[in-house]
């Protein structure tokens, strides 16, 4: 079983949860505080004063930088969403994900591009799965200029030969 959370942007959150002026400059100050925190050797802590004294937790890198992307997020106007890489999502929810229409992403799974389940008549397609494809096309997308500047480069030495 696959462990984690994705963070996503805007998406399925009652519009009582956008959040406000005040909320959005709070996040972006604490955004750049703890940024610059996530650069120090150690990791940060939050200090948590209470009825007994003060606690210290210290806070994991990946909780860190998942908090910061909420942080930017809200400081924008943005709602953030923690999504659990275990998860289903509906296929509106993946599309959405991907950027995509749902028609576009019925087609990648009819493809067979990604894996899915139904459940009666509705899809249902795995969170870690949705990242695995987006993984694989953007890293395609960023590899695929470079392919065609090599194909060029070598054209190029034969048509001078």
């Known amino acids: 079983m696959t462990h984690g959370a994705v963070i996503m ?3 399925d959150i009652p519009e009582t949860d ?3 002026e ?3 400059v709070l996040a972006e100050e604490a955004s750049r505080i703890l940024t610059a925190r996530l650069a120090a050797a150690e990791p940060p802590q939050l200090r948590l004063p209470g009825k007994y004294g003060e606690e210290k937790v210290r806070l994991p890198q990946t909780a860190v930088k998942m908090l ?5 997020g809200m400081a924008t106007g943005n709602t953030m969403m923690l999504v659990p890489v275990d ?7 993946a599309a959405r994900m991907l950027n995509v229409s749902r028609p576009t992403l019925i087609q990648l799974l009819s493809d067979g591009k990604i894996a899915f389940r139904k459940v009666g008549t509705h899809r249902r397609v795995r969170c870690a799965d949705v990242i695995a494809y987006k993984h694989a096309t953007d890293r395609e997308r960023s590899e695929s200029p470079m392919r065609n500047a090599i194909h060029r480069t070598e054209l190029n030495r034969e048509h001078i030969h």
């Open 22 to 24: 005040d909320e959005a």
């Open 9 to 11: 942007s805007g998406y």
């Open 68 to 72: 910061l992307r909420i942080l930017d």
């Open 87 to 93: 998860s289903e999502l509906t296929t509106q929810q």
């Open 18 to 20: 956008l959040p406000g």
